[in-house]
């Protein structure tokens, strides 16, 4: 059973994850411990969620059930390095939010057959809305597998996927809300355009997006059901849908997959 949890990065993505689990009360802050490089970073987070400051990466490795590695991907060898023999006899379970790099290859960095999960959250975290995927180097125990789920739904949403899938998983979900972020403003600026406040149309064009995933998740309905139900025959929606097609909207979508796609396989 997984009592305490180790951070060793406190980035972005890593703050946003500890934030969540206090605030989902999924874990306490004194069960959580951190270490950053950049001390302010993990100060910060002692002062709003009550973690305990490591004072390096061993401590957390020697004393941690789960160490979760929120380093840049350039960092692994030589951290991993560092602390493997630590981690070879505290054995917890190895979570990593590290874009690229598999769970086959972190194994080969530590040396020995540890418990390696890969989980890929997104920026969403930061808002409680995450869609993240794990996946594992070999089969999870119960425990170990209900607290990821547990551990990430606590930032979203989380699922199972083959290893395999990552890399499209990492680009659909992880890349795909700097394309939403996108939209959105492209909304907002258009009603600017034409004379709407950018802060009111800003709201408007966000919540009206946010509304729309919602409805697609719970309704069960094809997106495809849900545009007919909008478009009246001749309405001012289908007017503005034969625009995007014409512009052609579906192939720079899959355009812009495929070029992250080719991406991820050149890092």
């Not at 993240?132 to 597998?145: F, M, N, Q, R």
């Not at 990430?152 to 949403?157: E, N, P």
């Not at 939209?183 to 009603?191: C, E, G, K, S, T």
Request: aromatic share 6%.
């Amino acid at each position: 059973m997984v009592k305490t949890i180790g951070f060793i990065g406190a980035g972005n993505m890593a703050s946003a994850i500890i934030k969540g689990m206090v605030r989902a009360d999924f874990m306490s802050g004194e069960n959580i411990f951190v270490f950053d490089i950049s001390t302010e970073k993990a100060e910060a987070l002692k002062k709003e969620c009550g973690v305990s400051v490591a004072e390096n990466a061993h401590e957390i490795a020697k004393k941690c059930d789960c160490v979760l590695l929120a380093v840049k991907p350039i960092a692994f060898p030589s951290l991993l390095a560092e602390i493997k023999d630590d981690l070879k006899e505290n054995n917890p379970l190895i979570i990593s939010i590290a874009a690229g790099k598999t769970t086959e290859y972190i194994g080969s960095l530590l040396g020995y057959d540890a418990t390696i999960a890969r989980v890929m959250p997104n920026i969403n975290a930061k808002a409680g809305a995450a869609m993240c995927a794990y996946c594992s180097s070999k089969p999870l125990t119960e425990d170990y597998a209900a607290f990821i789920e547990g551990l990430f739904t606590s930032v979203g949403r989380i699922i199972p996927i083959g290893e395999d899938m990552f890399p499209l998983f990492s680009v659909i979900a992880g890349c795909s809300p700097a394309y939403a972020y996108m939209f959105i403003d492209a909304l907002a600026r258009a009603a600017v355009k034409h004379g709407m406040n950018k802060k009111v149309a800003l709201e408007i064009s966000a919540q009206a997006v946010l509304g729309s995933a919602k409805l697609i998740l719970e309704s069960g309905e094809h997106p495809w059901e849900l545009i007919d139900q909008v478009c009246s025959p001749g309405g001012t929606t289908i007017e503005g849908l034969a625009a995007l097609q014409d512009c052609g909207l579906d192939s720079a979508v899959r355009k812009a997959v495929d070029a992250a796609i080719e991406k991820d396989s050149k890092i």
